[in-house]
């Protein structure tokens, strides 16, 4: 359903509530307020992403986007407000519970946030060494498949990330994002340096895994969304908050009304 929020709490505190009746949220960011270097990042901030759905963030270059999936994973902490996954508050979650969290979430930061110093091979396999008691024979059949998915060139399993194009460290971010079956996938302009080609095959491969898992997607933009499949909603961030989310014809007729020409088709 579609919602302009106020710019008091009482209407996004309605819609939270609703949407508890419906069915539990994976992931609730209430009341979150931001400030970095004397600016305001967000201002009482909420977002609320059913299982199984596709959210598309959309926000114009500075708005806090990937900010906002940092703090959706624990990574920064907000000066205010609260940040729940599976109804576990993230900011006083055990160690031994927020690495659990995390372990259902796959994230891919728009740099691909790859560790410099290690070869693309093992930047894969980091995930299954580190949270899992796999053999490295099982270890190596699982980033093989992930690898060849994603079209990773295997004559740079063991470059650096350094060595390799940009679209190329987005293809191996990918596949490391992907390698535990997270439930939970948090993308930041996941497509970005990509070939036209490259972008539709990625996102089928992305789409294929959330209907296999019944994953949720989250993900942030710049652009209005043209691929397909096309996300369930749609949300605007502007000046520190989420000023309207809801379908896709709701949100292209909100944009209208608005005037407002850098997102709407």
Known sequence: MFRPFAANGDSVVTLRIRMRTETEPILEVCDVS?????????????????????????????????LLLKICTGL???????????GIDLATASKET???LRMKMG???QGSALISNMAIYDNVALPLRYHRTSSETEVRARVNEQM?????????????????????????????????EPELLLLDQPADDLSPEAEQRIRQILSAYQQRRGATFFEVAGEWPHDVPLPD??????????????SIPEMQAYLERMNNKSFHA
């Open 107 to 109: 994230i891919i930061f």
């Open 76 to 86: 920064l902490a907000p000066d205010q407000g609260q940040v729940t996954m599976e």
């Open 148 to 180: 060849d998915l994603f079209g990773v060139d295997r004559k740079f399993d063991a470059s650096i990330p350094a060595q390799v194009s940009l679209g190329m460290r987005k293809r191996v971010a990918l596949a490391r994002s992907l390698i535990l």
């Open 34 to 66: 931001l400030r970095l270097g004397g600016r305001v990042i967000f201002q009482d901030l909420n977002l609320t992403l059913q299982r199984g759905e596709r959210y598309r963030l959309l926000g114009a270059s500075g708005s806090g986007k990937s």
């Open 233 to 246: 909603r749609v949300g605007l961030l502007e000046e520190g908050r989420i000023s309207a989310e809801g």
């Open 98 to 100: 927020l690495e659990s």
